[in-house]
């Protein structure tokens, strides 16, 4: 075991393990929690108050989560001193005890500190940021049926525009750059313009992919979708199409039938038991999101498609409020809210923790405690139907009764 200089280990909890590729989950696991900056003073307390309450009438009193609080973004800059934002022994924390889950963290724009999400998925090896999004009832919506949207994402982490090999326009470095790559292609990129380079491999495309079309065997779904935009860049967007087909086909050959065998060889009809691999142009998909979202139940993106597609997805059942994820790597796991850190309602008490609970929902089903994660979900579908919401909903709803954060956690503990 670690030594932390800043990071308190409960001595009331055991550290989940992985033998052999699987979890082993204590009946009292650390898990490792960050607050998160701005609104994060909010929404971590009221989702806490729920995981604790959850919990308890799961398994009354036999298990038990033991928290330990990690620190990034602001407040690691408080404990930790200057500019440390990431501090490693937080990235070692999250590595040693598996499973953890966050608020928003700050995201400067145009400079100043790097996206500590981005950091945190990269340095850990998260590779997949996986986002379920559907609708609950009685959540306002501006789409007519937005319970036909039940769609999981699962967006490559990694690489991309997001791995964050840029060049300054102007800069000696990138005028270089620019003679070399208009003496290969003559005319091709202007002076004096930023560079950007979109490195997408077939290694990390391939485990992304894998890592889909596993999660629909497990959740008996039938059906995985590739996006991409292979039309216009052919070997990058392109390759992600072309490696997911053979990843799919190299893998899982027993499990699946691409939409050209469908055709082919069943002349249409969905063979038994088999999962349909297809793949759509990336603007496409989101046409298709709006007009047959029913078609669709995994998609399989890169990372900046993933992106815009999972925060349009989530606009058709209510926003990011209610929008759960988690960036996972090969056991590792970290739970998220999806939304900003809101810095203007810091503290007052009034954003919607639902992202959180959400994101709670999906960490106790990745550790097995499937029990807890239907008590939260149930409870918080009763408590948004009886129109007991928080602002961003109240003001949607006819007849709502508003609620600050603290009491939103509270009437759904009491709804459990």
């Not at 937005?146 to 699962?154: A, G, K, N, S, Y």
């Not at 300054?168 to 070399?180: C, D, M, S, V």
């Not at 390759?239 to 939409?259: L, N, Q």
């Amino acid at each position: 075991m670690k030594k932390y200089k800043k990071i308190s280990i409960p001595k009331d909890g055991e550290k989940i393990t992985v033998d052999n590729g699987k979890l082993n989950i204590p009946d009292n696991p650390i898990l490792g929690f960050i607050e998160g900056d701005g609104i994060g003073q909010d929404i971590w307390p009221a989702s806490k108050i729920v995981f604790d309450a959850a919990v308890k009438k799961a398994y009354k009193g036999k298990r038990k989560i033991a928290w330990m609080e990690l620190f990034a973004g602001d407040k690691a800059v408080s404990v930790y001193g200057k500019n440390k934002w990431l501090p490693q022994e937080t990235l070692d924390a999250i590595e040693e005890y598996v499973v953890a889950i966050k608020g928003p963290l700050t995201t400067p724009i145009g400079g100043g500190i790097r996206s500590l999400n981005v950091t945190l998925r990269q340095k850990l090896d998260l590779f997949a940021c996986i986002r379920p999004v559907k609708y609950y009832t009685g959540v306002p919506s501006p789409m007519k049926r937005p319970q036909l949207l039940d769609v999981t994402i699962f967006r490559e982490n990694t690489e991309d525009v997001y791995a964050g090999v840029e060049f300054k326009a102007g800069q000696k470095e990138t005028e270089k750059l620019i003679k070399y790559i208009n003496k290969m292609i003559p005319g091709k990129i202007r002076k004096n313009s930023g560079i950007g380079i979109k490195p997408m491999s077939e290694f990390c495309t391939s485990r992304l992919v894998s890592k889909a079309i596993q999660y629909a065997i497990d959740k008996k779904i039938d059906n995985v979708t590739l996006v991409h935009k292979g039309n216009i860049m052919k070997f990058t967007e392109g390759s992600f199409k072309e490696w997911g087909y053979k990843v799919a086909k190299k893998e899982y050959r027993d499990f699946i039938v691409t939409e050209d065998e469908l055709w082919s060889d069943y002349n249409g009809k969905m063979p038994k038991d088999k999962i349909l691999i297809k793949d759509r142009i990336a603007d496409s998909i989101f046409q298709q999101l709006l007009l047959r979202p029913n078609e669709y139940s995994i998609l399989a993106t890169s990372n900046l498609n993933g992106d815009y597609l999972s925060d349009a997805a989530a606009a058709q059942v209510g926003g990011l409020g209610l929008a759960p994820g988690a960036n996972i790597g090969y056991h590792t796991a970290l739970f998220e809210a999806t939304h900003g850190t809101a810095p203007k309602y810091a503290g007052m008490d009034k954003v919607n923790p639902g992202s959180v609970i959400l994101s709670g929902v999906m960490m106790f089903d990745y550790i097995g405690w499937n029990k807890v994660s239907k008590i939260i979900e149930s409870a918080l579908k009763k408590t948004i139907k009886a129109k007991t919401v928080t602002y961003d909903l109240a003001r949607q709803m006819k007849g709502a009764k508003k609620m600050k954060t603290s009491q939103f956690a509270k009437a759904i503990v009491k709804n459990m």
